[in-house]
């Protein structure tokens, strides 16, 4: 595909996690109503691809106390308008714990995602954005393709060109695996936040999106939790 020197592109995906800020059960229906509903409504009126990324437990918890939104979503996901991007049955830290676990911890987390919206997401959130070298060989030998990491971490590094986070990476450990990186930005997402709860103007909003525009760089619009928005624990 050719791409025009001035061309950008954005995407964004919301991290869904029911025990977010440990969310009381008798809150669980409360912020599938005003957080996990919206998006999908978003995304089915206005046209939108969103990305959703949502542990297996979360999804189970879903299924459970809201089947229509499972149907729902299911629809949209046949459109092309909703894509699922995995993350484990739980939220794990996986550099603190075993292989063994952190293996489990995937395998289950693709067994419930089959299992209620019937996809394998070709796309991994490495939890609590905590990468290590050793999670290259994890994903790669779990079928997963494409993981996002958050590119103020990485860029921390000054030997890595800043220009890069705005382009795919790959990422290789040190027996020569390989696997695709999408970023996740805390810069863009913050920003995002701070217009919808009032802290800054649209003005504000657009001219920071549109200072990062230019060529054919891809920009993260918003790569954070859904439960910040209509909802407080």
Do not use: M
């Given at each position: 595909m050719k791409v025009?020197?001035?061309?950008?592109?954005?995407?964004?995906?919301?991290?869904?996690?029911?025990?977010?800020?440990?969310?009381?059960?008798?809150?669980?229906?409360?912020?599938?109503?005003?957080?996990?509903?919206p998006i999908l409504h978003i995304a089915k009126n206005l046209k939108i691809p969103i990305g959703?990324?949502?542990?297996?437990?979360?999804?189970?918890?879903?299924?459970?106390?809201?089947?229509?939104?499972v149907l729902l979503c299911k629809k949209l996901i046949s459109q092309n308008l909703i894509n699922i991007i995995g993350s484990g049955y739980c939220q794990v830290i996986a550099p603190l714990a075993p292989s063994e676990v952190n293996t489990f911890n995937l395998k289950e987390g693709f067994r419930i995602y089959k299992k209620i919206l019937g996809v394998t997401p070709s796309i991994f959130l490495v939890n609590e954005q905590a990468f290590s070298n050793g999670l290259v060989e994890l994903y790669k030998a779990n079928n997963i393709q494409n993981i996002i990491i958050e590119a103020e971490n990485v860029f921390l590094d000054k030997k890595y060109n800043p220009e890069w986070?705005?382009?795919?990476?790959?990422?290789?450990?040190?027996?020569?695996?390989?696997?695709?990186?999408?970023?996740?930005?805390?810069?863009?997402?913050?920003?995002?936040?701070?217009?919808?709860?009032?802290?800054?103007?649209?003005?504000?909003?657009?001219?920071?999106?549109?200072?990062?525009?230019?060529?054919?760089?891809?920009?993260p619009l918003y790569s954070s939790d859904i439960e910040t928005f209509n909802f407080r624990p």
């Open positions: 025009k020197k001035n061309s950008t592109f954005g995407y964004l995906f919301f991290h869904f996690n029911i025990a977010f800020s440990a969310i009381e059960e008798e809150e669980y229906l409360n912020v599938i109503e005003k957080c996990y509903f959703i990324e949502l542990t297996g437990y979360t999804l189970e918890t879903i299924a459970l106390l809201r089947p229509d939104w986070k705005f382009y795919k990476q790959v990422a290789i450990d040190d027996h020569n695996n390989h696997i695709n990186v999408i970023w996740n930005s805390s810069l863009f997402f913050q920003k995002f936040q701070r217009y919808a709860h009032g802290e800054i103007e649209i003005s504000e909003y657009l001219n920071f999106i549109q200072s990062n525009f230019g060529n054919g760089r891809t920009i």
